[in-house]
């Protein structure tokens, strides 16, 4: 089954060091060389800062957009990774291992897989976006 791990953190203060980035940097890239190695990596990225998300919402029928993530909160949502994992168990085990648990939290999150009546990946996926997107 496929899980997302979602990591948050509180963003820092101000820049850090070089030298602080190269072991943030070296540690992420271990730890998604482990997750490659094991064939449980699926996908992921890393985000830019909060401070240039935009958020969409529709208020009595109209869209709203509006600078700035979805919520003010402490932490924010820097990135993630998608695996494979045999259970929700083994999940929370890779979760654990990421560096972003050391500082932030880890959210465990199963994906949605083909929900009854979503098409299937094609042409008609894309009509369907493009027909909610009109």
Known sequence: M???LLIY???PQSQPPAEQMKQVTDAYNVYTKALVDAGAMRGGEALQDGKTATTV???NG???VTDGPFAETKEEFGGFYLIEAANL???IAWAAKCP???WGSMEVRPI???PGGMPEEGADAKQAVGAAAG
């Open 2 to 4: 496929e899980y997302a």
């Open 9 to 11: 953190s509180e963003p």
């Open 57 to 59: 919402r529709f208020s």
């Open 62 to 64: 109209s869209k709203v």
């Open 89 to 91: 168990d083994e999940a």
């Open 100 to 102: 972003g648990a050391q």
């Open 112 to 114: 949605w897989e083909n």
